[in-house]
């Protein structure tokens, strides 16, 4: 792409090394070709000058001609030229290159030595803080949490007739305050009890009916387990009844909110007695009674222990 840069490619600083002397060995040897060549030229000329042309013919050195001295004086020079590059730089050989290859391999491998080393250290540095972590987490608290919600009489009684014995305003407003925006599990006779389904809960109808029919909105199923695992979204899924309903989730429940209304009532259905021994009561609050309220109550919390 046009304004884009290519990569310059990174090369091993042995690498470079090797490639530059190469170079010049190839250099080298190219001088004393050329140095040989024109050795031999100028040697043939010098004695043809001398010789044939009579070029300095009667100069001589010691009795010799001239020119025995100057072919000896450049042929020290070639031997000089020899020697430096077949002797003096003999290192620069095969052996030089294989050595060079050996450290540059031996170099390559601490470098991944090092880096294998490195990994192996953080990866245990991981796992032990993985260990670490699992150990000294807290226990996860279950997402759901199961609540029973119901008004009882001090004789247990919660219902005549499938109706309400009693009406406390305050009680009312406590089970719409609490249950608001959250399951609501029940069985077939609390339900048909409504006039219509309460706003903004959602609704789970227990029956044993297979064909039952529901307003939109409103879920069926035929056993307690199959209620809560349709309402496992919801974080404090409510049982708000019947009797048997109460029964049955006594025994897997997380929380009661109970309004027990102090007074004892004629009813045919009850709610179950509450072990002490399984259940700790957490909050008391005593409600006297008033011109809205004809009965004393308490709103009452238990929770499992």
């Given at each position: 792409m046009f304004g884009k840069k290519k990569p310059i490619p990174q090369i091993d600083k042995n690498q470079l090394e090797l490639i530059?002397?190469?170079?010049?060995?190839?250099?080298?040897k190219k001088r004393l070709y050329v140095h040989f060549v024109i050795f031999l030229i100028g040697a043939v000329f010098l004695i043809v000058a001398n010789t044939v042309l009579?070029?300095?013919?009667?100069?001589?050195l010691f009795g010799i001609n001239w020119f025995v001295f100057a072919i000896l004086i450049w042929l020290f020079f070639f031997l000089y030229h020899l020697f430096n590059v077949f002797v003096t730089h003999k290192f620069m050989g095969k052996a030089w290159e294989k050595e060079q290859l050996d450290k540059l391999v031996s170099k390559q491998q601490q470098r991944i030595d090092k880096l294998k080393a490195g990994f192996e250290k953080e990866e245990k540095l991981m796992a032990q803080s993985e260990v670490y972590s699992e150990s000294n987490a807290e226990p996860k608290k279950?997402?759901?949490?199961?609540?029973?919600?119901?008004?009882?009489?001090?004789?247990?009684?919660?219902?005549?007739g499938n109706k309400l014995i009693w009406h406390l305003s305050d009680d009312l407003k406590r089970f719409k305050s609490l249950t608001n925006g959250h399951h609501i599990i029940m069985g077939r006779k609390t339900f048909e009890s409504f006039p219509k389904p309460l706003p903004n809960r959602t609704h789970v109808v227990i029956t044993r009916q297979k064909d039952y029919e529901a307003p939109e909105g409103v879920i069926i199923v035929h056993?307690?387990?199959?209620?809560?695992?349709?309402?496992?979204?919801?974080?404090?899924?409510?049982?708000?009844?019947?009797?048997?309903?109460?029964?049955?989730?006594?025994?897997?429940?997380?929380?009661?909110?109970?309004?027990?209304?102090?007074?004892?009532?004629?009813?045919?259905?009850?709610?179950p007695e509450i072990d002490a021994s399984v259940w700790k009561e957490t909050a008391n609050v005593f409600h006297k009674k008033d011109d809205n309220h004809d009965y004393e109550f308490s709103f009452l919390t238990y929770e499992r222990k």
């Amino acid at each position: 792409m046009f304004g884009k840069k290519k990569p310059i490619p990174q090369i091993d600083k042995n690498q470079l090394e090797l490639i530059e002397n190469a170079q010049k060995r190839i250099k080298q040897k190219k001088r004393l070709y050329v140095h040989f060549v024109i050795f031999l030229i100028g040697a043939v000329f010098l004695i043809v000058a001398n010789t044939v042309l009579g070029i300095g013919k009667d100069f001589t050195l010691f009795g010799i001609n001239w020119f025995v001295f100057a072919i000896l004086i450049w042929l020290f020079f070639f031997l000089y030229h020899l020697f430096n590059v077949f002797v003096t730089h003999k290192f620069m050989g095969k052996a030089w290159e294989k050595e060079q290859l050996d450290k540059l391999v031996s170099k390559q491998q601490q470098r991944i030595d090092k880096l294998k080393a490195g990994f192996e250290k953080e990866e245990k540095l991981m796992a032990q803080s993985e260990v670490y972590s699992e150990s000294n987490a807290e226990p996860k608290k279950l997402q759901s949490e199961l609540t029973i919600i119901v008004a009882a009489a001090e004789n247990n009684a919660i219902g005549l007739g499938n109706k309400l014995i009693w009406h406390l305003s305050d009680d009312l407003k406590r089970f719409k305050s609490l249950t608001n925006g959250h399951h609501i599990i029940m069985g077939r006779k609390t339900f048909e009890s409504f006039p219509k389904p309460l706003p903004n809960r959602t609704h789970v109808v227990i029956t044993r009916q297979k064909d039952y029919e529901a307003p939109e909105g409103v879920i069926i199923v035929h056993n307690l387990e199959d209620a809560i695992d349709a309402s496992k979204s919801d974080s404090q899924p409510f049982i708000i009844g019947g009797g048997q309903i109460y029964k049955q989730a006594m025994t897997i429940a997380d929380k009661i909110e109970l309004t027990r209304v102090h007074h004892d009532f004629d009813a045919d259905t009850f709610f179950p007695e509450i072990d002490a021994s399984v259940w700790k009561e957490t909050a008391n609050v005593f409600h006297k009674k008033d011109d809205n309220h004809d009965y004393e109550f308490s709103f009452l919390t238990y929770e499992r222990k």
